[in-house]
Nanobody, 127 residues
Framework: QVQLVESGGGLVQPGGSLRLSCAAS????????IGWFRQAPGKEREGVSCINLSDGTTTYADSVKGRFTASRDNAKNTVYLQMDTLKPEDTAVYYC????????????????????WGQGTQVTVSA
């Protein structure tokens, strides 16, 4: 079955960087996309980025464009989210999610586009 395991969260100062990892198994990368979402306390879960595993093309939310970079290593069945120039408002639990289909055909912040989710990893940006 499909399994997703996130890692790499932690506490970082404003302006710092973190790299999240999402180890995936149970599906073919040829047909799946991985979405990154985040959820801050009291807020809805929002889409941050999406990457097509077949060709590595990506999409980003405006709030993270130019600061976050998604990538994949299909040989390791792992997707990464490099987060640079972090801001306090980036503080949230970050999730990776998977489903078939390409990113460009998925509604960016719709959790219903993805049937498989990881357990989440906490990212805290604070001085």
């Amino acid at each position: 079955q499909v399994q997703l395991v996130e890692s790499g969260g932690g506490l970082v100062q404003p302006g710092g960087s973190l790299r999240l990892s999402c180890a995936a198994s149970g599906f073919s990368p040829d047909y799946y996309a991985i979405g990154w979402f985040r959820q801050a306390p009291g807020k809805e879960r929002e889409g941050v980025s999406c990457i097509n595993l077949s060709d590595g093309t990506t999409t980003y939310a405006d709030s993270v464009k130019g600061r976050f970079t998604a990538s994949r290593d299909n040989a390791k069945n792992t997707v990464y989210l490099q987060m640079d120039t972090l801001k306090p408002e980036d503080t949230a639990v970050y999730y990776c999610a998977a489903d078939s289909g390409r990113c460009e055909y998925k509604a960016p912040s719709s959790v219903y586009e993805y049937g498989y989710w990881g357990q989440g990893t906490q990212v805290t940006v604070s001085a």
